[in-house]
């Protein structure tokens, strides 16, 4: 079979949950199967190489469009036109030729017109957007509707989600038949499984990163849906601090942060440390005494899973896929919008002197090999 993957969302050095499903999820795939060709498509300007994983297996073709990202979206919205006619034409430069597409894969929603003959597989992580239209700027919210997340959702051939509740919502909001969507639950990422296995450079760590000595993380991406502004109220209401126990915010800028940057730094014992490079995460973690992540909504949350492999206690929110995600691990939900049931508790976490021991059961039920084995059964 001739399958191609849309992987536009590699194309940024700065991974983030979406481009850590894509890339982990392919690799797995191209381990396990050396008979169906793969096209990788990707469009960019300028070259982005350098972001791109290496695959040089024979059956994986890398296939690069140089149009402006406006342009192509702006024809592809327009319909004037197809992405599968587009990525032909360019194998015919590439001096290759592919008469037939059985699938076209795309691992994140994005702008597309494809032939109506095609059969389209279609991952949707969540629809943050649907619930929490506040917490996404409005340069989102336009992106959002121009792409038309539910109308791409009912033209797929197969819907996949990373999560039972993410099928749930699909369900209740757009109405998708339940047998045309798969769960497919992600892993965790092998290289943060190698760098777990590293000893600790803890000092090497804190001075690159300018770390407390004693302190609560959390890990993600700098916006309001990650309600950082009611961690870090609740953190200040607590007498932690008074303990010389910091909270340290790590994670990427992502869009409304100018509050939460503000706030963290009008408050004492609150550091932010910025983007934290892949072989660091699994150290930190370690390091950490408490991992807190009291998102408002997710379709997965790899954080908190990543959390609870490097064996750390966890406090998350009781909301949409997390109390799915961390069935079966001694965690602490609370309700996110509760202020002082999150502060109360991060300060018995520290007054009972909580730990946490490593599972092995975290890597059985979240393996990617697993999801790339189901996967190519679907195909």
């Not at 169906?36 to 498509?41: K, R, V």
């Not at 600790?200 to 991406?221: H, R, V």
């Not at 109390?323 to 007054?351: C, D, Q, Y």
Request: with cysteine.
């Amino acid at each position: 079979m001739n399958i191609v993957i849309d992987i536009r969302s590699l194309t940024d050095k700065k991974r983030t949950g979406v481009g850590e499903y894509t890339y982990e999820f392919l690799d797995s795939i191209f381990a396990l199967d050396k008979s169906n060709n793969y096209f990788l498509f990707y469009n960019s300007f300028q070259d982005v190489g350098d972001c791109l994983s290496n695959w040089s297996q024979e059956n994986v073709c890398f296939v690069r469009t140089r149009l402006p990202n406006k342009i192509l979206n702006l024809l592809l919205w327009w319909k004037f036109l197809k992405l599968d006619n587009l990525l032909k034409r360019q194998l015919k430069k590439q001096n290759l030729s592919l008469n037939k597409i059985d699938y076209w894969f795309s691992p994140n929603i994005n702008f597309i017109n494809l032939s109506k003959d095609l059969k389209h597989i279609l991952t949707i992580h969540d629809l943050s957007f649907e619930f929490l239209p506040k917490c996404f700027s409005r340069k989102m919210l336009l992106w959002h509707k121009l792409i038309k997340p539910q109308t791409q959702s009912h033209y797929a051939h197969l819907v996949l989600v990373p999560s039972q509740n993410t099928k749930d919502d699909l369900v209740d909001i757009y109405h998708l038949n339940p047998n045309s969507i798969k769960v497919l639950y992600p892993g965790i990422s092998k290289t943060f499984l190698n760098f777990l296995k590293n000893n600790i450079d803890a000092e090497f760590l804190q001075k690159k990163y300018n770390l407390p000595k004693k302190f609560i993380l959390f890990l993600g991406t700098l916006e309001p849906r990650k309600n950082i502004l009611g961690l870090v109220e609740a953190y200040r209401k607590s007498n932690l601090i008074k303990k010389h126990i910091h909270l340290v915010i790590a994670g990427s800028r992502g869009w409304k942060y100018d509050k939460i940057i503000s706030t963290i730094d009008k408050t004492r014992g609150v550091n932010y440390i910025g983007y934290v490079d892949a072989e660091d995460k699994p150290a930190l973690y370690k390091m950490s005494d408490l991992f807190v992540y009291p998102s408002l909504y997710e379709g997965f949350g790899f954080p908190v899973l990543e959390a609870i492999s490097s064996g750390i206690s966890v406090i998350t929110s009781n909301r949409s896929s997390l109390p799915e995600i961390v069935s079966g691990h001694k965690v602490t939900l609370v309700n996110p919008h509760n202020t002082m049931e999150l502060k109360n508790a991060m300060s018995n976490h520290f007054r009972k002197k909580e730990k946490t021991n490593f599972s092995h059961e975290v890597f059985v039920n979240f393996d990617w090999s697993n999801s790339a084995k189901e996967f190519l059964a679907m195909l």
